[in-house]
């Protein structure tokens, strides 16, 4: 099932565990962020004017090679965290805010008693 999918039909974690399946696509998407290079591509996108960068904004961010941004770039595609689209020679990159919300839903827990937020 692809991760995209499973966010789809997944309630919080206190409304129900996961099942096997769930839980192994759901680790795709949070591995995918687990990395930091990843994340920081996230947050570059995220904080970035009308929330989208170009690849070009992207690559000048790191001190790694093109094809090593691109691989990041299509992990966090892969797991349905990030859209593109190509305008003339330069592709740009957006959040998937369902994506997003879906993951904030799931773990939207309640705090603990006595626990501060």
């Known amino acids: 099932m692809e991760p995209s999918k499973v966010l789809e039909c997944s309630s919080s974690l206190d ?11 759901l680790a795709r998407v949070f591995k995918a962020l687990g990395d930091p290079v990843r994340l920081r591509i996230v947050s570059i996108v995220a904080s970035h004017t009308g929330g989208e ?10 001190e790694l090679s093109q094809p090593t941004i691109s691989h990041h770039l ?3 595609k892969d797991v349905g965290l990030l859209t593109s689209e190509r305008r003339a020679s330069w592709v740009y990159y957006r959040l998937v805010p369902e994506t997003l919300a879906r993951l904030s839903g799931l773990l939207d827990l309640p705090c603990p008693a006595g626990a501060t937020a």
């Open 15 to 25: 409304h129900q565990p996961l099942d096997a399946e769930q839980a192994t696509d």
């Open 53 to 62: 960068a170009c690849v070009c904004d992207l690559t000048a961010a790191f």
């Open 74 to 76: 299509k992990v966090l």
